[in-house]
């Protein structure tokens, strides 16, 4: 699946988007950041409190226990500031 | 009915936007027209531009669907909705909001729900660059503010889903 990062997500972790195959076992939005954190410093970093990060999934907005199954994009970011 | 919904880095016209809605149209009795404009200061730190970043793809359809929330919720004649991304400076239109209907209740109830949900649902992202102060003092990503997501749950009785 893709994933893709905003704003300060995509600072801390300092890309844009990636492509990634999440081990068995990873089954919600909440346990993919939990997953990531552990990948690095720049991910524990950009993860450091998941409950400020909100995600989507294929361009929706989902809450933390989201299921992740059959995702083809998911999406991390701050609370969002626009209009 | 009638929608726009636009992304763009140039600058928009809120008269022609406006006046687009209602042209040939005898039914709409009232038009509100509401203007987001960056400001010359983020919590009292003078401002040397702003740069919104956006969600391509998602950010558009965010804001259709809340478009489709405030016509299944109001009477309204027609919507359009222009939001920029890119770099503004003080000054610069950021957000265009025009709504009609036939009576101003409806037009400005639903400009207002229109903008609050934008405010924290679109996925834009605001950050800032300081101006003055000698040394540059980079760029800061703004905070969203709690008042603005206790002005979107005004409009549904239990917390929205987040």
Known sequence: MKLRYFAWVRERIGKPEEEIEPPAGIATVSDLMIWLSQRGEEYAHAFENPTVIRAAIDRAHVRADAAILGAREIAFFPPMTGG | ?162
């Open chain 2, 1 to 162: 009915m009638a929608a726009t919904v636009r992304l763009q880095r140039e600058p928009f016209d809120a008269g022609s936007e406006a006046a687009k809605l209602r042209r040939g149209r005898g039914d709409i009795g009232a038009v509100v027209t509401f203007t987001g404009i960056c400001r010359q200061d983020e919590a009292g730190a003078p401002l040397a531009a702003m740069t919104l970043e956006h969600y391509p793809g998602m950010a558009e359809a965010e804001i259709v669907r809340h478009v489709e929330a405030a016509e299944r919720r109001w009477p309204l004649l027609g919507v359009a909705v222009v939001h920029r991304y890119g770099r503004l400076e003080p000054g610069e239109e950021i957000v265009l909001v025009v709504t009609a209907a036939a009576h101003r209740q409806d037009a400005f109830a639903a400009a207002e729900f229109l903008m609050d949900y934008l405010k924290t649902r679109a996925p834009f992202w605001k950050q800032v660059e300081l101006a003055g102060s000698g040394r540059p003092r980079g760029k800061i990503w703004v905070d969203a503010k709690q008042s603005d997501d206790a002005l979107a749950d005004r409009w549904t009785p239990r917390r929205a889903a987040e």
